[in-house]
């Protein structure tokens, strides 16, 4: 779902103003003020959206390859580094980051540190 990050004039708080926000006025979560949507184009965030998700799945695949070879390292801290990226550029764009990419971020760091452990493992045993 398309997201814009925007800034609470009241108390500064991040609120997320979603596609349906244009029926019903955006909220802020933190004071309860009502946040002016101005009429968004929402079709460049739907195409960048579409995009990540895009990205998303391929990392998906990448992450499920290195964890079944289970000595790719290098694979999931790729993986980490290309969500840290699309997360970053999605931010910089002020659209709220797909939950997918945040999900597979926490997934790559994990992989990286199990991957890690086992050669820690392998290396001690010779
Ligand atoms: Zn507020």
Request: with cysteine; proline share 6%.
């Amino acid at each position: 779902m398309s997201g814009f990050v925007r800034r609470c004039d009241a108390c500064g708080a991040e609120v997320v103003v979603r596609r349906w926000h244009r029926r019903r006025p955006a909220k802020c979560l933190e004071c309860g003020a009502a946040l002016e949507v101005v009429p968004l184009d929402f079709a460049p965030f739907d195409v960048a959206d579409e995009s990540d998700r895009r990205g998303a799945e391929q990392m998906e695949s990448w992450l499920a390859l290195s964890v079944l070879a289970g000595c790719c390292m290098p694979i999931p801290a790729g993986v980490w580094w290309w969500a840290s990226g699309a997360i970053g550029r999605a931010r910089d764009e002020g659209r709220a980051p797909l939950p997918i990419l945040l999900r597979l971020r926490v997934l790559a760091i994990v992989a990286v540190a199990i991957e890690l452990s086992v050669w820690a493992i392998f290396l001690g045993r010779r």
